[in-house]
């Protein structure tokens, strides 16, 4: 069977950096045509070191990382819109701990990103060129995907399908009514949601990712592949599960969503997903609702339907998934 040719969008801290490494390490389902970066997370500038280290670990120096948009298209020039979510803390030590260091824990990166060239036109650039229909993996602020759509819409031609993770329901984080990828860059998800209903989009909401997780277990077992990429599994999801039992505690202690790797375990697997609705869904731009993803699960809605929204996952199948494909490092070359 043909691998499924991938791009990823990443504002990369712990999370994006466990989905890339899981999509590098499915050699024999995916291949991996480059990685964007975003501002999110962290300032783009940063998502872009950190994604270049990412390749670095994995030895796949030969795929080309593009730095993208370094703030969101509208968002930051109202000042009114205010994220209203802890992102760090001190614990009883005195260690600071958040969801995502500045830089991850690996030595810097020798390779550059790609010189004179945005991530928007390299999209459109690979995309028009490309002979087979690609498959577009965004998991921070869609900004890089919303301003190439917005200068070439024929991309959609050359577009398999889109898999982002954001949004939510029943679960925020960002503010009361958002979660931070869409919250980030609302008018960006607005105009990327928009397409939905032209090529297939599926949205891996908070409330299936907060289902996708690790567990000190997992990361006792990561430990043990003795190599770098092991032990840096490891330490990110020890890191993640201490952000989350001190700043957002989930309804298990001592587990945190590796969220954007769920957006790799469906494409491997969409049994991963144990419910999907096919849906109308709109974003809030600006005021109280900032972000907010409206979801249209009206039966006799009329409005036409652009998301396959996920709702809950199959933990235990996340958790084996994931770790199994991290084990694969012990036979990279």
């Not at 994006?16 to 389902?29: C, K």
Request: aromatic fraction near 6%.
């Amino acid at each position: 069977m043909a691998k499924r040719k991938l791009i990823f969008d990443v504002d990369t801290g712990s999370d994006d950096a466990l989905a890339l490494m899981s999509a590098l390490l499915s050699e024999n389902e995916f291949e991996v045509l480059g990685v964007c970066t975003v501002s999110g997370n962290r300032d783009v500038d940063n998502t872009t070191e950190n994604t270049l280290r990412v390749i670095e670990l994995l030895h796949k120096e030969h795929i080309p990382v593009i730095k993208g948009a370094s703030r969101p298209l509208i968002a930051k020039l109202d000042y009114t819109r205010h994220i209203n979510q802890q992102l760090e803390t001190v614990d009883e030590n005195g260690e600071i701990i958040s969801y995502h260091a500045e830089y991850l824990p690996l030595p810097a990166a020798k390779i550059k990103p790609l010189e004179k060239v945005h991530a928007a036109s390299w999209y459109i650039q690979t995309l028009l060129n490309s002979e087979e229909k690609i498959t577009l993996v965004l998991t921070g602020p869609l900004t890089n995907f919303a301003l190439a759509y917005r200068t070439a819409p024929e991309i959609l031609d050359h577009i398999a399908e889109i898999v982002i993770m954001g949004g939510g329901k029943n679960q925020t984080n960002s503010t009361s009514a958002s979660e931070f990828n869409i919250f980030f860059d609302p008018e960006a998800a607005f105009i990327t949601l928009s397409v939905g209903s032209k090529v297939p989009l599926t949205m891996m909401m908070l409330d299936a990712t907060h289902q996708a997780y690790l567990t000190y277990e997992d990361a006792a077992r990561l430990r043990k592949l003795n190599n770098a990429i092991g032990e840096f599994a490891a330490v990110e999801t020890e890191s993640r599960i201490k952000a989350y039992n001190l700043l957002q505690p989930l309804g298990k202690k001592d587990i945190a969503p590796i969220h954007d790797a769920l957006c790799v375990m469906y494409l491997l697997d969409p049994t991963v997903i144990t419910k999907k609705e096919f849906l109308h869904v709109d974003v809030v731009c600006g005021g109280i609702a900032n972000g907010q993803t409206l979801i249209d699960n009206r039966r006799a809605s009329q409005a036409i339907k652009n998301v396959h929204v996920c709702y809950s996952t199959d933990s235990d199948k996340f958790r084996e998934m994931l770790v199994s494909i991290l084990e694969k490092s012990n036979y990279l070359h």
